[in-house]
């Protein structure tokens, strides 16, 4: 890979050891890919933040890292912590609170902005069209090619970091147009409407194909794209376009092999991820929700507990204090990077397919998927 002489001089060291040990990840990151040479990002979306996710290990190596003098070159913001930050008494354990306050004290020294949330697009962070960036959340990466048409592989945390600290990623894979054409017509047969149906969506087709989808027959808005990203990232898709709707480039689709979603699909969605009727709590969230999600949250006026998980920007929008004192407004935090299961909860009800999934599997809770209108309506 060709280097130019900057990035040789970070690499040799001169920017310092903290500089050096990005660069080298980055530049064998871009060797193992075979990219010709590193392209300039100006804003990188970091995951890695939860004690819950990166633990020990994680923690010792930004403290190694900040210890080497790393500094982030470009606007950096953080995925969600394990936490609750401004509230006092957080039900996770004292010794997850303490660690989590050490991650993301060393991510303060290593330079990045502490936004905490998933939905960086709604929060400060959204590229605009063509611009290459470096993101890890894989929901905001699906988020970013294709509804805003911006450029990223999906991240690890690590390389997102090295990025955040060299103002650089590798050029290859979804920043060059050849890898961005659709690959699958999804013929979407079924009504999708709701949230819960444009995450089942995504999830179908993200468990069952590794290509980049074009959709016809769907109109999502916001909370809809948001909730497509998320289903498909949670299997092996980080784009997708949609008819009518997304603003990349298709090129020719008549000969695309086409798959046609139906009901008989969906309810295969649900039957997979339902393993209980009554949940403890209802967790609306996953990605973080738009002001127009909470809302309709408040509206519905829950008899039932719901976490309600935000973040702190959307959250400062939200202009009236919530009466019902079921509602529980969450920010810089998830209810899948929370340790819900060592905070009493065992099962919880869910509108979101990564949520379901992921809460299961990480963190063995039992789940109800449901819409959010029949959730809310219990
Ligand atoms: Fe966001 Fe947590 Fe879901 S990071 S996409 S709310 S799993």
């Known amino acids: ?167 650089k990623t590798p050029l290859y894979g979804l920043h060059l147009d050849e890898n961005r054409m659709p690959t699958l017509t999804v013929n979407v047969a079924e009504n999708v409407e709701s949230v819960n149906d444009y995450s089942a969506l995504g999830y179908y087709i993200g468990k069952h194909f590794d290509a980049i989808p074009y959709f016809k027959g769907i109109q999502p808005g916001v909370e809809g794209l948001k909730a497509l990203s998320a289903g498909l990232a949670t299997g092996k898709v980080s784009m997708f376009h949609i008819d009518g709707v997304t603003p990349n480039t298709v090129g020719d689709v008549s000969s695309l092999e086409t798959f046609e979603y139906t009901g008989a699909e969906r309810k295969t969605v649900t039957e997979d991820l339902n393993t209980c009727d009554d949940p403890d709590i209802l967790c609306i969230g996953c990605p973080h929700c738009t002001l127009a999600e909470i809302k309709q949250v408040i509206d519905a006026n829950p008899k039932k507990e719901v976490w309600v998980y935000t973040s702190r920007a959307v959250q400062k929008q939200l202009g009236e204090k919530i009466k019902n004192p079921n509602i529980r407004l969450i920010s810089d935090t998830c209810m899948v990077v929370q340790p819900l299961e060592e905070m009493g909860i065992g099962s919880l009800g869910t509108n979101s397919t990564k949520c379901a999934y992921y809460t299961r599997n990480l963190s063995g809770l039992d789940v109800k998927f449901d819409n959010m209108e029949n959730l809310l309506k219990k």
């Open 1 to 167: 890979m060709n280097l130019t002489r900057d990035e040789e001089k970070l690499l040799s060291g001169e920017g310092g050891e903290g500089a050096q040990k990005a660069m080298e990840i980055i530049a064998s990151i871009g060797d193992i890919n075979d990219a010709p040479r590193l392209i300039p990002v100006e804003r990188v979306q970091i995951s890695g933040v939860s004690y819950k996710t990166i633990g020990d290990a994680g923690l010792e190596f930004l403290q190694d890292m900040a210890a080497l003098g790393a500094k982030t070159s470009v606007y950096s913001t953080l995925n969600p912590a394990g936490i609750d930050l401004e509230q006092e008494n957080s039900d996770a354990p004292p010794r997850f609170v303490e660690k989590q306050g050490e991650i993301l004290r060393a991510y303060e020294l290593l330079g990045a902005t502490p936004s905490c949330t998933c939905t960086p697009y709604l929060a400060g962070n959204k590229p605009g069209f063509g611009e290459h960036i470096a993101f890890a959340e894989s929901s905001a990466v699906a988020y970013a090619n294709s509804a805003l048409g911006a450029r990223t592989n999906r991240e690890s945390a690590i390389t997102a970091l090295a990025s955040a600290i060299t103002g």
